[in-house]
């Protein structure tokens, strides 16, 4: 029982990271009806830049997010500016090719840059935490749920509070109209692009705490991002929420509890939820009918 | 139209003057090109066997270069077959190396000591057998799926099959099989995978012309519509999720007993899944030979970067940036880009989905 518990607790935790990973995903699906295959890819972006931060100029990985942000924000900003934007009408077989031409650029960019040895972000405080009746809470992944929690509310106070917000909100839902009340759909879409790499680039300072890095260590993030948008349901961000903690716990229960599975067995056990989930309730645990 | 003009008479259509390459010549030439260049194919590597260096006969390939021609082959069956899902039914599969691999692993099972230990002949006879009827038993849950569905839960089952196979020891497990070495078999194997590809061709233009070919078309353009004048749309989209799935692992078995070892990441290589895809987008996806082109083309050109391994992070990265510029610039593909629009390509699609809103 107290097993049982542990892994609840671990599932949850891990949960968060999966938050933060398909916020941007779904943002960038739901009002660009982009499916990003290099979304994995700029979360281990942004992984090496805390890397580079915590290694080279001794800054806490959770003081680095900030700036990571900063930094894919603009790297996303230039990215859909400069290049998806000019498939964004196209049908969205093009979009999956394009975003996975970028995909591949980026990841085999990181390994001329740094090589395909493991990397790892160990501050002080980094393998320890707390129990609670004999459960065991790690300082870090508590953090990282934080953090996902912090984003997830963030993204969704920018989509409902703010103007940019309703400009985004509104060539989601209809690009057309969208510009005929004078939003410029060239730079929103840049925008909305930014603020899912800007995303991508905090759940990747997350993963690096967590787990070592290699530059091909984001594509399963991409998969699970997707299943985890499925699993929620499109177009709101509590329900990636919802998506993203029941995805960690069945994840993690699945592995640990079912016999004869183990960690090797991750991305079938994602592929068989996504499955089952697209039959059985394809708009998602929290999705309306559309 | 004023009722004196006259009626266009048989001489007015002899007066037009004819246009140099119209599309019915371009088609006939292209076909002569390729059967020339298959023809030179088949002959040249007779020449670099061991009778004909003794006669001293003069050496028109040499064997690297029989090695990239059953490669380019071996990708000619795998675009062509994605073609048939992809480019014909309008599905955009992103998962059809799942057949690769399980075609190579049938055959690796198959012929091995201690697993089935079956002849040659019948493990390449079961190596289509077993991924379409895989393809038929996913394919009824799958192909319910559109757009972006699709493309992700097809790439989800290449990822999972792998990771199955990967964790079964009957299977090899994580180190792989070997099935045994053939020893001066690399023409048997040209020869083999250049049948397959030709099998391949062959299989798409039966295809295109009959009735099961125009209802995939239909499906492609409008499901509901071809739905409501008598297609059966899921069989046809599951025949076709079949057939494509038959031919690629003809040709993952060929492959696997060719290289006499196969593992998960050679067997379910998400490179190889992209390749296929990128060339018949590459070539035209929709038509017969865009997919054969563009095999042709881009497996030239990667085995002419990767042939050298210091370059092969730069050769993805090429492979990345031709992406992004296929897709913006050539986005129906080189047979359409030079032998203008065809009745089969990609535009079609485009302007369906363009009409249909996505």
């Known amino acids: 029982m107290q097993l049982f518990v542990q892994q609840v607790v671990l599932g949850l935790l891990i949960g968060g990271v999966y938050v933060a990973v398909a916020i941007g995903f779904s943002l960038v699906w739901g009002i660009l009806n982009i499916v990003n295959l290099a979304h994995g890819a700029l979360v281990i972006v942004g992984a090496y830049l805390t ?62 840059i740094f090589k395909s040895d493991f990397r790892s972000v160990t501050p002080s405080y980094s393998g320890s935490g707390f129990g609670v009746a004999g459960v065991q809470v790690p300082y870090i992944r508590l953090g990282a749920l934080g953090v996902a929690v912090a984003v997830a509310a963030g993204v969704g106070g920018l989509l409902n509070r703010t103007r940019t917000g309703a400009a985004i909100q509104a060539v989601g839902a209809d690009r057309e109209a969208a510009r005929l009340v004078g939003i410029d759909l060239r730079h929103v879409y840049a925008l909305t692009f930014a603020v899912a790499a800007a995303c991508a680039g905090v759940a990747g300072g997350l993963i690096s705490t967590i787990q070592a890095i290699t530059p091909t260590a984001g594509e399963p993030y991409t998969l699970q991002a997707f299943v985890v948008v499925v699993l929620g349901g499109l177009g709101r961000v509590g329900a990636t929420v919802v998506g993203g903690l029941v995805f960690g716990l069945v994840e993690t229960l699945g592995q640990t509890m079912v016999p004869g599975l183990g960690a090797g067995w991750a991305n079938a056990i994602a592929f068989a939820i996504l499955v089952l989930v697209l039959i059985v309730r394809p708009q998602g645990l929290m999705g309306r009918v559309a | 139209m004023s009722a004196a003009m006259p009626p266009p008479s048989s001489e007015t259509i002899l007066v037009e003057r004819p246009r140099l390459l119209d599309r019915r010549r371009l088609r006939r030439l292209l076909v002569l090109l390729l059967v020339l260049g298959a023809v030179l194919v088949l002959l040249a590597p007779l020449t670099a066997t061991d009778q004909a260096d003794s006669l001293g006969a003069p050496q028109l390939v040499d064997r690297s270069q029989i090695r990239i021609l059953t490669t380019v082959a071996m990708f000619v069956v795998m675009a062509s077959a994605w073609n048939l899902v992809g480019g014909l039914t309008g599905y955009s599969s992103f998962g059809n190396v799942a057949f690769f691999g399980l075609g190579a692993y049938t055959c690796a099972v198959a012929v091995d000591a201690h697993r089935l230990h079956l002849p040659m002949a019948a493990a390449i006879a079961l190596a289509p057998l077993v991924p379409a009827a895989f393809a038929a038993l996913v394919g009824l849950p799958l192909l319910r799926l559109r757009g972006h569905y699709f493309a992700i839960a097809t790439l989800g089952t290449a990822v999972a099959v792998g990771e199955v196979v990967k964790n079964v020891d009957y299977l090899g497990g994580a180190t792989g099989l070997f099935p045994p070495i053939l020893h001066r078999a690399d023409l048997l194997f040209l020869y083999l995978m250049v049948g397959a590809a030709l099998l391949a061709v062959l299989v798409s233009r039966l295809i295109l012309r009959s009735r099961f ?18 297609v059966n749309t899921t069989m046809y989209k599951v025949g076709a999720f079949a057939v494509a799935a038959a031919l690629t692992g003809l040709a993952g078995g060929l492959f696997a007993l060719w290289n006499s070892f196969i593992n998960q990441e050679l067997g379910f290589s998400l490179d190889f899944n992209i390749q296929m895809i990128l060339m018949a987008v590459l070539g035209g996806a929709g038509t017969l030979f865009g997919p054969v082109l563009g095999a042709i083309v881009l497996e030239l050109l990667i085995q002419n970067l990767a042939g050298r391994s210091d370059v092969a992070v730069y050769a993805q990265i090429g492979l990345g940036l031709l992406l992004a510029v296929t897709v913006i610039f050539v986005p129906r ?26």
Not at chain 2, 333 to 358: M, Q, Y
């Open chain 1, 51 to 112: 890397w580079l931060l915590f290694a080279r100029a001794r800054i806490d990985p959770f003081a680095a997010l900030p700036i990571v942000a900063v930094a894919l924000f603009a790297f996303g900003y230039a990215l859909q500016r400069a290049l998806i934007n000019r498939v964004i009408r196209a049908p969205l077989f093009f979009t999956l090719l394009l975003t996975f031409g970028v995909n591949l650029v980026i990841v085999n960019a990181l390994l001329v």
């Open chain 2, 213 to 230: 070919g125009y209802g995939l078309i239909a499906i492609r353009e409008n499901e509901e519509a071809a739905g409501v004048i008598g």
């Open chain 2, 333 to 358: 593909g080189i047979v359409a880009f030079f032998g203008g629009g065809s009745r089969l390509s990609v535009a079609h699609l485009r302007r369906s989905l363009r009409e249909t809103g996505v």
